[in-house]
């Protein structure tokens, strides 16, 4: 039987999950072992304050966790869309707060965070799709 509401599943479509899944891991690892310097763009001074670093320490591992549990799960042929759907969501949320606090943030960090969470809501979006 075929399922013409879904494209066909690729071997590029797996390697763009995977390519998102560990550059969100990362990205992850960055918020995790740096989160005064990884925040710089994105929150400015703020980035210095215990509880910004601590907050985005928490933040790093919901991105870790996020993309190896992808990665995992493309590399095992198990189901990767809620994987995909759950790192919309976060992308989406990082693209909507920067949105709210826009004027308030750095100039390039603000464009930057936002191109980069838009972009990766669609790519993720669009494969979770895909790979249903």
Do not use: C
């Not at 960055?30 to 928490?58: C, D, Q, Y």
């Not at 919309?88 to 936002?114: F, H, M, N, Q, W």
Request: glycine share 12%; net charge positive; aromatic share 6%.
């Amino acid at each position: 039987m075929t399922d013409f509401g879904a494209p066909p599943v690729t071997d590029n479509a797996r390697e763009q999950v995977r390519v998102l899944g560990i550059a969100r891991a990362v990205i992850g690892g960055a918020m995790v072992l740096a989160p005064a310097t990884s925040m710089r763009f994105w929150i400015g001074e703020e980035r210095k304050a215990f509880g910004a670093r601590l907050i985005t320490r928490a933040f790093g591992m919901r991105e870790i966790a996020i993309g190896v549990g992808t990665v995992l799960a493309v590399d095992h042929d198990a189901p990767v869309r809620g994987w995909l759907e759950a790192g919309v969501l976060i992308d989406s949320s990082d693209a909507l707060t920067t949105l709210v606090s826009y004027r308030k943030l750095p100039r390039v960090g603000r464009t930057l965070v936002l191109a980069g969470a838009a972009s990766a809501a669609v790519m993720g979006a669009r494969l979770a799709r895909q790979l249903g």
